[in-house]
Nanobody, 125 residues
Framework: VQLQAFGGGLVQAGGSLRLSCVASGRGFGTYRLAWFRQSPGNEREFVAAIDRGGGGIFYSDSVKGRFTISRDNAKNTVYLQMNSLKPEDAAVYYC???????????????????WGQGTLVTVSS
């Protein structure tokens, strides 16, 4: 599967953005999906994950209550709605996918075989 993320941009602190990640290929509904982010000098950080049918959803503590992950299997798309953005949310955001159910390794980038190219989110204070 190939992933393409878009929707990043410049937003003021307190604002909102919605990221999208569109997958090509078959079997989108069989993939677990996640969003990660990476800022300069830092490791890639888990943001959120969603199970194949959308029933299992997980967030990092840093975004819980502000970000929402969702998926539309009919459109081969996963979304990340980001509200109440903070300057520390600024990063390149990546979508990731792999087959199978979400496991306890959902926050480990090594648990995902497929990655989008990243979309830059900048938050001004």
């Amino acid at each position: 599967v190939q992933l393409q993320a878009f929707g990043g941009g410049l937003v003021q602190a307190g604002g909102s953005l919605r990221l999208s990640c569109v997958a090509s290929g078959r079997g989108f509904g069989t993939y677990r999906l996640a969003w990660f982010r990476q800022s300069p000098g830092n490791e890639r950080e888990f943001v959120a994950a969603i199970d194949r049918g959308g029933g299992g959803i997980f967030y990092s503590d840093s975004v819980k209550g502000r970000f929402t992950i969702s998926r539309d299997n009919a459109k081969n798309t996963v979304y990340l709605q980001m509200n109440s953005l903070k300057p520390e949310d600024a990063a390149v955001y990546y979508c990731a996918a792999d087959r199978g159910v979400i496991t306890s390794a959902r926050g480990d980038p090594r648990a995902y075989s497929y990655w989008g190219q990243g979309t830059l989110v900048t938050v001004s204070s």
